[in-house]
């Protein structure tokens, strides 16, 4: 038997609005088979976005969504959790969203490690205004607003992460679908504030701009370039040029924000 | 080796990009109108990368 | 039995109405002249159950108070001025959305960073129209530190009952000034809580009103799986590029205030039944008008008091009443004449409204005011 997306599809949603060879669906599969794997009750999940093409995933999934404004994702996830923590918060956006606009929510959500899964889209451009250069785009990549070639230098999204305190941080591609669903799983049971950073292909945005077209194409770069963890620690500098890690790039136990408070005010 | 009793392609989720027919190890798929077909249904071998890698929800693979 | 009576400061009494009415989460930012809110709060939630939480912006705490309230729980976020203006992307959000909570804004001086441990009340027309795109409003201006309590409850009553945020709009002097305050027993002041669902879940429509035009709103994990989103949406909740049902959904949400305005709009009238003269006044210059109309009284000028505790919507039909009746109308405020452009609307030039306006962070004297009560045109 195939895989039944359906329950936890929305009702007449599908096909979404991503364009072809947006690995954002992808993603979304491996989400969706990550939650069904944990047995979460559909009726404590929260999911919460800000704007862009990512932000759009919550709209097809049958939970309780909350599509915010740009960037401002993990602020309303934050506040959800605090007044509810009972609830399983889940909050994504894509790269600019979260890093951009959104990147001091971000980095306060690292550092208050607060228990929500957060998963950032990273296709290194800004899909939904047809394809703007953002904090990740590579330098020297051409995009609507870097006509020259971007002169920017890059986050690392999952090194940002890191510094900020999340205690669980991951990284994976749309290549790896049933390692980024473990990834996920993985993450979405961390308690405390955990990242799965998702590098994916917008062959629309970016791919038509830096002759990377083909959504194979994008999907092949993504495996040719990126090491799993356990090998990247063996590799030298020279190896490691122009390649990414993957996997679990960091996991420790902190005390969980809401417990914290609660302990620290006498509520619990 | 897995066979692949039957692939079911959606056409009208399909979007046309190719990340299938492109990734297939064994070349069972192709373009055919600009959607994903079955090519060969004998030389898949039931790997699931076509299923896992849509983006659109079009494609299912049953097992043998 | 004698009433339970408190020397508190305005800020202070915010609190006790938040708590009176049910609020067990506050999120927000420290900034002057309102950072007394959260210091409070941060210690008497937990005392009942509730969390506070300090976030790392203003963004950040007026989108967490509204998550809170999404979660359920009645919310509370307070500012001034500079984080006012940075609330405002987010408040959109909460309008367009219909989460209720409440956005205290002790307003002080100038623009930018201005004035900040300074009185101001030039937050007027940000409050009715800061945030892009066309909303409803309710804002409400308390002139003394009862009406801090009391108007906070029933900020959150509007809020609840009406399913959207609604600001109390406030200043520094009161925000700072300390006065004896009744606390109300339970009982003594309505409280209201928003309409949930009993329908099926899977019969929930978030955004299909009921005969008064709310609809019930779920709270997140509480069965009713729904989507929630900034764009416009059609009453499932799910988003919609029909511009032409976008605007009926907006005028919708207009009416829900407009359609109220009897029950929304409270206003102070006094001695207004025989004055020749009218002062508009709110906020903390009602309290130097008021003084004002006293030492006028006493010289035998019949002179009245309109005191809007509702600013949003402007008291129209409290105001449109003196229009050709009354002889004069001045309205005193510490902003260059930004209500007396609404005056002057409803007024309709009968009479002409003339303004005392001050900017200088120094409250308005009633001695100024008298001055413009004696001194003719």
Redesign the interface.
Same mark, same amino acid.
């Not at chain 1, 991503?18 to 992808?26: H, K, L, N, S, T």
């Not at chain 2, 979007?15 to 990340?19: H, S």
């Given at each position: +038997? $195939? /895989?039944d /997306?359906s329950k936890y599809?929305r009702a007449g949603k599908?096909?979404?609005i991503?364009?072809? *060879?947006? *690995? /954002? *669906?992808?993603i +979304?599969?491996s989400m969706i088979r990550a939650i069904d794997g944990l047995g979460w009750d559909k009726n404590e999940v929260v999911m919460t976005s800000g704007i862009g093409c990512a932000s759009r995933l919550p709209g097809y999934i049958d939970a309780n969504t909350l599509h915010t404004t740009h960037g401002r994702s993990l602020a309303f996830a934050t506040g959800v959790k605090v007044a509810n923590p009972k609830l399983k918060v889940i909050a994504m956006g894509g790269d600019g969203d979260m890093t951009a606009i959104g990147g001091n929510h971000f980095i306060h959500a690292c550092r208050r490690n607060i228990d929500i899964t957060c998963f950032v889209f990273n296709n290194y451009i800004y899909g939904m205004t047809g394809g703007q250069y953002s904090p990740t785009t590579p330098k020297g990549s051409r995009a609507t607003t870097a006509p020259y070639g971007n002169s920017d230098n890059q986050f690392d999204i999952a090194q940002l992460a890191m510094g900020a305190g999340a205690t669980f941080v991951a990284r994976t591609t749309? /290549?790896h679908?049933?390692p980024m669903e473990k990834l996920m799983k993985q993450a979405l049971e961390h308690k405390g504030f955990s990242v799965v950073e998702i590098i994916a292909g917008c062959?629309t945005g970016y791919g038509r701009k830096n002759k990377l077209a083909?959504? $194979?194409?994008m999907?092949?770069w993504q495996k040719d370039h990126s090491v799993a963890i356990a090998q990247w620690e063996k590799m030298s500098d020279e190896e490691k040029a122009g390649k990414f890690p993957i996997g679990v790039l960091h996991e420790v136990n902190k005390p969980e924000y809401v417990e914290a408070y609660d302990a620290n005010v006498g509520l619990s | 080796m897995a066979k692949a009793e039957k692939i079911?392609i959606y056409a009208? &989720?399909c979007?046309? @990009?190719?990340?299938c027919?492109?990734?297939c190890p064994v070349d069972a798929l192709e373009m055919k109108d600009f959607k994903a077909a079955v090519k060969d249904l004998d030389k898949c071998i039931a790997c699931m990368q076509c299923? &896992?890698? @849509?983006?659109?929800?079009a494609i299912?693979?049953?097992k043998k | 039995m004698a009433k339970k009576v408190k020397f508190l400061q305005g800020n202070e009494a915010v609190c006790e109405g938040a708590l009176y009415a049910g609020c067990t989460f506050y999120a927000g930012y420290p900034i002057t002249p309102s950072t007394e809110v959260a210091e409070v709060l941060a210690a008497r939630l937990p005392k009942i159950g509730g969390r506070f939480i300090q976030m790392e912006d203003e963004l950040a705490a007026m989108a967490a108070t509204l998550g809170g309230s999404i979660a359920g729980k009645k919310s509370l976020t307070a500012t001034s001025g500079p984080g006012m203006s940075l609330k405002m992307e987010n408040l959109g959000y909460g309008y367009l959305t219909e989460v209720p909570c409440v956005i205290v804004n002790v307003m002080r001086g100038g623009p930018s960073t201005g004035l900040p441990t300074g009185p101001g009340q030039s937050d007027v027309m940000q409050a009715r129209w800061g945030t892009h795109g066309d909303h409803p409003c309710i804002a409400l201006t308390p002139s003394t530190v009862q009406e801090q309590l009391n108007e906070t409850v029933r900020a959150f009553n509007l809020a609840e009952k009406y399913r959207m945020p609604v600001i109390l709009l406030t200043d520094e002097i009161i925000g700072h000034m300390r006065e004896a305050v009744e606390i109300p027993e339970p009982g003594d002041l309505p409280v209201i809580d928003r309409k949930r669902p009993t329908c099926d879940p899977k019969d929930y429509l978030p955004y299909k009103p009921e005969a008064d035009g709310v609809a019930p709103m779920a709270d997140f994990g509480s069965g009713y799986r729904y989507h929630i989103t900034g764009l416009n949406h059609l009453p499932d909740g799910f988003p919609s590029n029909d511009g032409k049902l976008a605007q009926a959904d907006e005028i919708r949400q207009q009416k829900k205030v407009d359609d109220n305005y009897d029950e929304i709009v409270v206003v102070d009238e006094m001695m207004c039944d025989d004055a020749e003269i009218l002062i508009f006044a709110f906020g903390s210059t009602a309290r130097s008008a008021k003084e004002a109309v006293q030492m006028a009284r006493a010289e035998g000028i019949k002179v009245g008091l309109l005191r809007p505790l509702t600013i949003w919507p402007f008291p129209d039909k409290h105001l449109a009443k003196y229009a050709g009746k009354v002889k004069r109308v001045i309205v005193p405020e510490m902003n260059l004449g930004q209500t007396a452009l609404e005056v002057e609307r409803v007024m309709k030039g009968q009479p002409a409204v003339e303004g005392i306006f001050q900017i200088d962070s120094e409250p308005i004297n009633p001695v100024t005011i008298l001055n413009k009560i004696k001194g003719g045109k």
């Open positions: +038997m $195939a /895989y /997306y599809l599908i096909p979404h991503w364009c072809p *060879g947006c *690995g /954002y *669906g992808i +979304m599969k749309t /290549y679908a049933v062959p083909s959504p $194979a194409g999907i092949e | 079911e009208n &989720l979007k046309g @990009c190719e990340i027919v492109e990734l299923e &896992l890698r @849509c983006p659109d929800f299912e693979v049953y | -």
